[in-house]
Antibody, heavy 120, light 105 residues
Framework: EVQLVESGGGLVQTGRSLRLSCVIS????????MHWVRQTPEKGLEWVAG????????DYTDSVKGRFTISRDNGKNSLYLQMNSLRVEDTALYYC?????????????WGQGTTVIVSS | DIQMTQSPSSLSASVGDRVTITCRAS??????LNWYQQKLGTAPRLLIH???TLQTGVPSRFSGGGSETDFTLTISGLQPEDFATYFC?????????FGPGTKVE
């Protein structure tokens, strides 16, 4: 069974940092691209970042460029999101998501999410 | 960024009904359109990718169509487990963007 388990969320003040982690099981991690997607009641679903199977290609939504870094450790079956200079508008439920393929196009399996709350 | 809109924002339906949800992109996205289902308190689930390809395990009562800027998700014979919110998403141009959702209740 495919499983993605996020951790690392929490309450943090503006300007501070958090690192989200996602441990996967049930599939060959290094055959698939991965994503982070966030969701809020106000803004809905927002794709945050994606990384291809070997980490050689990464992309971000504009609002997090220069502040967030997506990375992966294929030896540890783990995906990460380093979030720096956090803003109130980064408050959301963050999902770790598996891609259907090696690239970053189609999100087929989602974790249950970890909540990030940024307070001023 | 490509803007995605959906209509209606919500709809009321009964078991057995045929339901159609529309998704529109602000520019041509060819067939790079996915549909997701989300039930309350759970993560989204991929239903259809590339406009019309049913994801493994998804019942055949779900179907997708369209091209360029206009797309549809149809549920033929609504089942009790189908009451949920449905999102479209484009993967034509980064950043990938989602529609605001259609709640089927």
């Amino acid at each position: 069974e495919v499983q993605l388990v996020e951790s690392g969320g929490g309450l943090v003040q503006t300007g501070r940092s958090l690192r989200l982690s996602c441990v996967i099981s049930g599939f060959n991690f290094d055959d698939h691209g991965m994503h982070w997607v966030r969701q809020t009641p106000e803004k809905g679903l927002e794709w945050v970042a994606g990384i291809n199977w070997d980490g050689g290609s990464r992309d971000y939504t504009d609002s997090v460029k220069g502040r967030f870094t997506i990375s992966r450790d294929n030896g540890k079956n783990s995906l990460y999101l380093q979030m720096n200079s956090l803003r109130v508008e980064d408050t959301a439920l963050y999902y770790c998501v598996k891609d259907l393929h090696a690239g970053i196009y189609t999100m087929d399996v989602w974790g249950q999410g970890t909540t990030v709350i940024v307070s001023s | 960024d490509i803007q995605m809109t959906q209509s209606p924002s919500s709809l009321s339906a009964s078991v057995g009904d045929r339901v159609t949800i529309t998704c529109r992109a602000s520019q041509n996205i060819y067939n790079y359109l996915n549909w997701y289902q989300q039930k309350l308190g759970t993560a989204p689930r991929l239903l259809i990718h590339s406009t019309s390809t049913l994801q493994t395990g998804v019942p055949s009562r779900f179907s997708g169509g369209g091209s360029e800027t206009d797309f549809t998700l149809t549920i033929s014979g609504l089942q009790p487990e189908d009451f949920a919110t449905y999102f479209c998403q484009q993967t034509s141009s980064i950043p990938w963007t989602f529609g605001p959702g259609t709640k089927v209740e």
